[in-house]
């Protein structure tokens, strides 16, 4: 297959996304991204439990960090964007809540904001956004609402 390629001599990218790797949710996140919060162009990572994973680094050249690192220096992202999902099994899923729905989302917001201070003593310039993807009508919908 060979395919247009769009970034031609082009370096830099607006921001880095890290969400989780869980497939039921990347897609929708890349919806979100580009359409509410208007990132066009962007590093994706994804590592299990997104938040969770910069949470549990012990240093700055652990995997997680440096999947936000590499954009923020070789692509001179300025945003930097964590997505937690519901039910999301690095953390036990939905289960560990016992279908507190609240509880579980606020424990998310809790991770959320830990991450975020955690990558702002080391990019205390960047713009740090905060989402959580919740799904609500049963289970029938995903909605990102964004974490002050
Ligand atoms: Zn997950």
């Known amino acids: 297959m060979k395919l247009p390629f769009s970034y031609k001599n082009i370096h830099s990218c607006e921001a880095v996304v890290l ?35 910069i949470n549990d680094c012990q240093s700055e050249t652990d995997v997680p960090l440096q999947c936000i690192g590499v954009p923020c220096d070789l692509h001179h992202a300025q945003k930097i964007v964590i997505i937690n999902h519901a039910d999301c099994g690095a953390y036990g ?22 991450a975020k201070e955690k990558i702002l003593t080391q990019y205390p310039g960047k713009e740090i956004i905060l989402a959580y993807a919740k799904l609500t009508d049963g289970g029938e919908s995903v909605e990102f609402l964004k974490i002050a």
């Open 93 to 114: 899923g939905s289960a560990e809540f016992n279908g507190d729905l609240e509880a579980e989302q606020k424990f998310h917001e809790g991770e959320l904001k830990k």
């Open 19 to 53: 969400a989780c790797i869980d497939f039921r949710f990347w897609k929708e996140t890349m919806k979100f991204v580009e359409e509410e919060l208007g990132i066009n162009t962007y590093d994706f990572p994804k590592m299990p439990g997104a938040a969770k994973a």
